[in-house]
């Protein structure tokens, strides 16, 4: 049984509480992984709809291939099912028990103790069970109390009635290395049978049909989507409507009657003829005779890799293969099937990686839509705004993994000084692309969040082997509009866990602790505009060139005819007049390494060290696909 209760999801709406007391829509409840990829540990959540949020390498992709393990119905036909790098760490074989005492000879003639062998287990809990649901999986049923987590054990039949408890069906995949086979197992059993049976019951292909879950993998959905491989969307569709197409022997036997170079005006006819007068001259006509072409060897398996759908495109009747159509026609066409098989089957969870491949705005919102009213269930991962604003707060799943490879989900909870109609009405500008990062730098304005970043990208252009890019150490930089709200925005953030930084002028004493208690690293210079830090740590000739390169506006001109003459002056009143508006940004994008102000330089080294430390000083990784962050909060 995984621990539910201390991660006990709410939605905070209370129509979607309703419904989903109601326990009428089929849904996974909560999912527990175990040593899968780069994930050593997961207790996850999930809301009715939920959209899975969280920087490359977080462990989204994996959090998706873990449930379909357990609940894809066709996931297990691949042989083996796992293999070594599904396994944390690589590590699949059993390690012996250290030695007592570091150092020490191990005596011979001394069992040493083996630990036993690392395993992928990965247990999914599922409610909202139809009464046939219920029915097929009969004494494999528990119930759960969906308001805390818990499962009811009381030995009080009647207590299964109260509201919030909910039939539930557990099941768990369990992979591993099979050292007497010399290959990797895997399988999926009823939970229940795992610890109360003498022998672990099988959770079958045709029990996962029941189940209703489909996995669409953005790489591959489309390009199998109108084929008959067996997996793909068309082949869902004829088994949900219970057709099974008997075209394989009438064509292949139409095939293997066709002779493609019996006509002698070809010429390869008379070829083979002469091939076969001598074949005879050596060996008996038992041996071989009468070689001729055909179209192929095919087998109904090579059929179904082969039979595709044509669709013809514009207003010509030419048709091309639908694979060949352009990328967002596909996805289009994926969304279409999917009606189709939401509509036979009724009951059905969608898990779908990146709704936004190669799809408009407008699409994307569309796809979103159709996929809530399509499913009874839709789980989806994305790095898009359009998508991510379609979904509640409740619904957004904000993913962070530890060096450890502890995957920790958290929740959106706005600070008092953030209203919700806020966060909507920002959400693409101020707050989507923190959402999306590992590590977050919060700005106190406009000019610092633009300035920052260019600098940094300068100086990493002069000086590679010092600096770094905000974007290649995989720091966003988010305008908090004002000083007084980095501490509440870099708190967000921190509790999401994301690794915070504040960025800012001057503060007061109480000020600055309040940022410095929600931020890894606070960078604050000692002037109390961004615009004197400039002006007074660079150099005469920079401000020169500049000068010399923009276009002054009327009115600056009037009041400094000759902008050089008092060069100071004149740009301190530009970058007032461009505050925010790249004008500062512009001024430091052509400067040399020792006109950027060491400030500057010194808070880009600095991030540098932290984010991207020397290879000999690194914590080691957490996983297959994840990276050292050695002060990650979330760790």
Known sequence: MIGLRKNGYHTGESIECD?????DRLKIYAVSIENFRGISSANLVLPDHAVLVGDNNTGKSSVLEAIDLALGPDRLNRRPPVDEHDFFEGKYLPVAAASAEEGAVPDAAVEVPVAEAPKITVEVTIVGLSEEQEARFGGNIEWLNVETGDFFTEANPAGVDAANIKAALRVTFIGA?????DDFVGNTFYSRSLTEGDKPEPFSKKDKQHCGFLFLRSLRTGSRALSLEHGSLLDIILRLKEIRPQMWEGTIGTLAAFDVASDPALGISGVLDSIDKSLKKY?????GVKPHLKVSNLTREHLRKIVTAFIATGDSDHAAPFYRQGTGTINMLVLAMLSQIAEDKQNVIFAMEEVETAI??????????????LAAQSIVTSHSPYVLEEFELSETVILSRANDGLLSHAQIALPDSVKHKRYRQEFRTRFCEGLLSRRVLIAEGAT???AFPVAARRLAELNPDTYSSLEALGICIIDAGSETQIADLAGLYRSLGKRTFGLCDKQTGPAKAAIEAQVERLFMHEEKRVEDLILKNT??????RFSDEIDWPQHLLAKYPDPKGSVVAALKEYFDWTKGNWGIADFLGQC??????SWIREACITLKEICDPPAA?????GGDDDEADPTDPGA
């Open 19 to 23: 419904a989903y007391l109601a326990g």
């Open 177 to 181: 290395y099979d050292s007497d086979e």
């Open 283 to 287: 060996v008996p006509r038992e041996w």
């Open 360 to 373: 408009p705005p407008y699409a994307q919102k569309r796809i979103v839509h159709e996929l809530r009213k």
């Open 448 to 450: 610092e969040a633009t």
């Open 539 to 544: 150099t005469n000739e920079a401000l020169i």
């Open 592 to 597: 040399s390494e020792t006109e950027i102000p």
């Open 617 to 621: 000083q690194s914590a080691p990784s």
